[in-house]
């Protein structure tokens, strides 16, 4: 019975562990559960060898953590680079860096004229359109 119990909580740790991979937030808990039930288990029941799956379990939680820490710190490595790579060929196709909507940059509507104090509307040439 009490061995059937311990399998058990041991599949549930290794479901939390898969679920764990995914990312989810209800393996942490589910892990937690299973292993302190464990702890408890073999602590009542004297049991080396249970003893021993838990620190195989812990390890093996500390190796999957330090691994996926690192995949994920690769991808935002890869990905700082490969903006910081957009850029740079941005900046010298253009010679400025593109607009943050994706879409080229419009010319001013509004220009100042030769006359000190009055703007002129670009693309208009009439001297009655200017702005005083």
């Known amino acids: 019975m009490k061995q059937t119990i311990i399998l058990v909580l041991l599949l549930i740790s290794v479901i ?3 679920f764990y991979v995914g990312g989810t937030m209800l393996a942490i808990g589910l892990s937690a559960i299973a292993l302190t039930a464990l702890i408890s288990l073999s602590f ?10 838990i ?11 330090s691994a996926t820490a690192q995949h994920e710190a690769a991808k935002v490595r890869a990905t700082v680079e490969l903006i910081r790579e957009i850029l740079r060929t941005a900046k010298t196709e253009q010679g400025q860096l593109p ?3 994706g879409y080229p940059a419009l010319p001013p509507l509004i220009s100042p004229s030769a ?5 002129k509307i670009v693309g208009l040439d009439d001297e009655t359109d200017s702005i005083d």
């Open 16 to 18: 939390a562990g898969l």
């Open 44 to 53: 009542a029941m004297g049991a080396r060898w249970a003893q021993h799956l």
């Open 55 to 65: 620190t195989e379990g812990l390890e093996a939680s500390a190796r999957n953590a």
């Open 99 to 101: 607009s943050p909507t």
């Open 115 to 119: 006359d000190e104090g009055s703007f």
